[in-house]
């Protein structure tokens, strides 16, 4: 069974850092592409990071220079370091993995959630 668990939300002030990770149950991050995404009260979720099974990544335009993501595949384990973060940031943060890349939202697997509170 197929599991993610994401770690390391919280409640920072504006301009702080907060490092999320996933830790993965029943596959192995080197066959899928991950992801983080984020759900805002009242708003849709969307993507924030991608990095696929070579490494490639990228990212949201409202979060590139300030997010990183990386994974481990011998860990199984995947980061989100976050930056100088914005009030605007605040949201639950989803990590996610799928087979491939566009297929997260048909076939992918969710973890349950890490919140991440930024306060101005």
């Known amino acids: 069974q197929v599991q993610l668990k994401e770690s390391g939300g919280g409640s920072v002030q504006a301009g702080g850092s907060v490092r999320l990770s996933c830790e993965g149950i029943?596959?192995?991050?080197?066959?899928?592409?991950m992801g983080w995404f984020r759900q805002a009260p009242g708003k849709e979720r969307e993507e924030v990071a991608i990095i696929t099974r070579d490494g490639l990544t990228t990212y949201a335009g409202s979060v590139k220079g300030r997010f990183t993501i990386s994974k481990d595949n011998a860990k199984d384990t995947l980061d989100l370091q976050m930056n100088n973060l914005k009030p605007e940031d605040t949201a639950m943060y989803y990590c996610?993995?799928?087979?491939?890349?566009?297929?997260?939202?048909?076939?992918?697997?969710w973890g349950q959630g890490t919140q991440v509170t930024v306060s101005a």
């Open positions: 029943g596959y192995r991050y080197s066959t899928h592409c």
């Open positions: 996610a993995a799928a087979r491939y890349c566009y297929t997260f939202k048909s076939s992918g697997f």
